[in-house]
């Protein structure tokens, strides 16, 4: 109801009768993105989600997707259309129990009219059943669901949802997530969260998974495929769930060597990050060519490659330190990629030194040297690389060299603090890089915008003494 438009007086009959408002001009459509400077088309304007509950039956013969996804929102101004991002053939939206008009615009834009305006700061219920082959779906020229030998897989960064669910796809609208996903018997659906049940029906088995905690879209993850499961509990009393591909050959015992240890390689991280932020942790190795691992949200992505030379413990440290940089607290803005990235590298670095293979300063000298002055490398500023170098190594090496040169610049205790403080300080939330900034400070009482802006944001090589102020 719109009351505003109404006179007093007329107000009790008016709002009855006043299903659209008076003035349609109030209403505006939702932007078709977020605002994201690097992806100005990603997540969408004018409305928040709390929770995704997605129903969703697949066959991996034809890689055909069938479902509902039940999105619960909120709006954040009078709204008389909105988009989510979403690939898929749609079939019928709901909203608020009316059916919608719905088009398709741009790249991954599904434009939902709904039957009556929204008025700012309602719950929204938004209904989409939808099918497709997903494989078959490309936006921007890619596609990013991956098909396997006997299922297929979701995950990547920072697209991945445009191909199994309708979303407000952007990491600063998290949101917790029901996954029930019915799959030919014999063939297991993997997801994020705790597995609530499992039943069997005519030919078909139903997975549900449940996320309890805020969740960012691109960590949703889905993998189908015969796998092996293992379950167990970290000493420190945390959940395991782990499922490798049935299919992995020479690389099954490297996999599970190194997956295997999540519950050991969590508790470990503890230590330095506080305590783990999730009420389930593991990983899965489905039987994909890729060569990346992704942090998917208490349940890691890894490529069978990540194991092709033996184990690698170090890639499971990396995906899991992610879990508190990334996951637990989350970016407001793909810019700051280096609180991702940066300190995922520098838990890698952390291991190394505990398991006698250098020392942090060790590898951070050992990157330093590495890169001439003239290496492009130096050109990218892991603080905003652009979304072209938004995986580059640089934001990964460079960016780990500046969280050392950042723990010589305050002193370990304060470092270590920091360490620990940042993912209580924004818990299941999002910050940016100016927000880590202003928390070092306050927790160093040491002024960094110089040191930040060295190691961060000019692209140029640092003169080396600033990594070093302490320990030469
Ligand atoms: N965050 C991931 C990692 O560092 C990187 C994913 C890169 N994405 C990709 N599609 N290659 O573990
Ligand atoms: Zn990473």
Same mark, same amino acid.
Request: aromatic share 12%; no cysteine.
């Given at each position: 109801?719109?009351?505003?438009?109404?006179?007093?007086?007329?107000?009790?009959?008016?709002?009855?009768?006043?299903?659209?408002?008076?003035?349609?001009?109030?209403?505006?459509?939702?932007?078709?993105?977020?605002?994201?400077?690097?992806?100005?088309?990603?997540?969408?304007?004018?409305?928040?989600?709390?929770?995704?509950?997605?129903?969703?039956?697949?066959?991996?013969?034809?890689?055909?997707?069938?479902?509902?996804?039940?999105?619960?929102?909120?709006? @954040?101004?009078?709204?008389? $259309? %909105? /988009?989510?991002?979403?690939?898929?053939?749609?079939?019928? !939206?709901? #909203?608020?129990? &009316?059916?919608?008009?719905?088009?398709?615009?741009?790249?991954?834009?599904?434009?939902?009219?709904?039957?009556?305006?929204?008025?700012?700061?309602?719950?929204?219920?938004?209904?989409?059943?939808?099918?497709?082959?997903?494989?078959?779906?490309?936006?921007?020229?890619?596609?990013?669901?991956?098909?396997?030998?006997?299922?297929?897989?979701?995950?990547?960064?920072?697209?991945?949802?445009?191909?199994?669910?309708?979303?407000?796809?952007?990491?600063?609208?998290?949101?917790?997530?029901?996954?029930?996903?019915?799959?030919?018997?014999?063939?297991?659906?993997?997801?994020?969260?705790?597995?609530?049940?499992?039943?069997?029906?005519?030919?078909?088995?139903?997975?549900?998974?449940?996320?309890?905690?805020?969740?960012?879209?691109?960590?949703? @993850?889905?993998?189908?495929? $015969? %796998? /092996?499961?293992?379950?167990?509990?970290?000493?420190?009393? !945390?959940? #395991?769930?782990? &499922?490798?591909?049935?299919?992995?050959?020479?690389?099954?015992?490297?996999?599970?060597?190194?997956?295997?240890?999540?519950?050991?390689?969590?508790?470990?991280?503890?230590?330095?990050?506080?305590?783990?932020?999730?009420?389930?942790?593991?990983?899965?190795?489905?039987?994909?060519?890729?060569?990346?691992?992704?942090?998917?949200?208490?349940?890691?992505?890894?490529?069978?490659?990540?194991?092709?030379?033996?184990?690698?413990?170090?890639?499971?440290?990396?995906?899991?330190?992610?879990?508190?940089?990334?996951?637990?607290?989350?970016?407001?803005?793909?810019?700051?990629?280096?609180?991702?990235?940066?300190?995922?590298?520098?838990?890698?670095?952390?291991?190394?030194?505990?398991?006698?293979?250098?020392?942090?300063?060790?590898?951070?000298?050992?990157?330093?040297?590495?890169?001439?002055?003239?290496?492009?490398?130096?050109?990218?500023?892991?603080?905003?690389?652009?979304?072209?170098?938004?995986?580059?190594?640089?934001?990964?090496?460079?960016?780990?060299?500046?969280?050392?040169?950042?723990?010589?610049?305050?002193?370990?205790?304060?470092?270590?603090?920091?360490?620990?403080?940042?993912?209580?300080?924004?818990?299941?939330?999002?910050?940016?890089?100016?927000?880590?900034?202003?928390?070092?400070?306050?927790?160093?009482?040491?002024?960094?915008?110089?040191?930040?802006?060295?190691?961060?944001?000019?692209?140029?090589?640092?003169?080396?003494?600033?990594?070093?102020?302490?320990?030469?």
């Amino acid at each position: 109801m719109h009351r505003r438009l109404i006179a007093p007086g007329a107000l009790a009959a008016a709002s009855l009768l006043l299903a659209v408002p008076a003035s349609a001009a109030a209403y505006q459509p939702g932007a078709p993105g977020i605002g994201d400077p690097y992806y100005p088309y990603y997540g969408n304007g004018g409305y928040d989600v709390s929770h995704y509950d997605l129903r969703l039956k697949y066959q991996p013969r034809t890689d055909e997707l069938e479902g509902t996804a039940t999105v619960l929102a909120t709006t @954040t101004q009078d709204l008389s $259309r %909105f /988009d989510l991002d979403f690939l898929l053939d749609v079939s019928e !939206v709901r #909203v608020n129990g &009316a059916k919608a008009a719905f088009a398709t615009s741009g790249q991954h834009e599904l434009e939902i009219t709904p039957a009556a305006p929204l008025r700012k700061g309602t719950p929204v219920t938004v209904v989409v059943r939808y099918r497709g082959v997903p494989s078959t779906k490309s936006a921007y020229g890619f596609t990013t669901w991956h098909r396997t030998p006997d299922g297929a897989v979701a995950a990547d960064e920072p697209e991945a949802a445009w191909w199994w669910f309708p979303s407000n796809d952007h990491p600063s609208d998290k949101a917790t997530y029901d996954v029930s996903v019915t799959v030919p018997d014999g063939t297991q659906a993997i997801s994020n969260g705790t597995l609530q049940s499992t039943s069997s029906r005519l030919g078909w088995t139903r997975y549900t998974w449940r996320s309890r905690a805020p969740q960012a879209t691109y960590l949703a @993850t889905l993998a189908i495929g $015969r %796998f /092996d499961v293992t379950t167990g509990r970290s000493e420190g009393g !945390v959940p #395991v769930v782990n &499922a490798y591909s049935r299919n992995l050959g020479d690389n099954d015992g490297a996999a599970r060597a190194s997956v295997e240890r999540t519950g050991e390689l969590v508790d470990w991280l503890t230590g330095y990050f506080g305590p783990y932020p999730f009420d389930s942790v593991g990983g899965y190795v489905p039987d994909t060519t890729t060569g990346y691992a992704l942090e998917t949200q208490t349940r890691v992505y890894y490529s069978p490659r990540q194991f092709a030379n033996g184990s690698n413990t170090s890639v499971v440290v990396h995906e899991l330190a992610h879990q508190w940089y990334g996951d637990d607290v989350s970016l407001k803005g793909w810019r700051d990629i280096w609180i991702n990235e940066g300190f995922a590298r520098y838990a890698q670095w952390l291991w190394s030194e505990h398991e006698g293979e250098g020392t942090t300063q060790e590898l951070a000298d050992y990157v330093y040297a590495s890169h001439p002055a003239d290496d492009p490398f130096w050109t990218v500023a892991p603080g905003d690389p652009g979304p072209d170098n938004q995986f580059d190594i640089a934001v990964y090496d460079r960016g780990a060299l500046a969280v050392q040169a950042l723990r010589n610049e305050v002193g370990d205790d304060a470092f270590f603090a920091i360490l620990k403080g940042w993912p209580k300080e924004h818990a299941y939330g999002n910050a940016s890089v100016a927000d880590f900034r202003a928390y070092a400070e306050k927790v160093s009482g040491k002024p960094l915008d110089a040191l930040f802006d060295t190691w961060l944001f000019q692209p140029s090589k640092p003169a080396v003494s600033a990594a070093r102020t302490v320990s030469l």
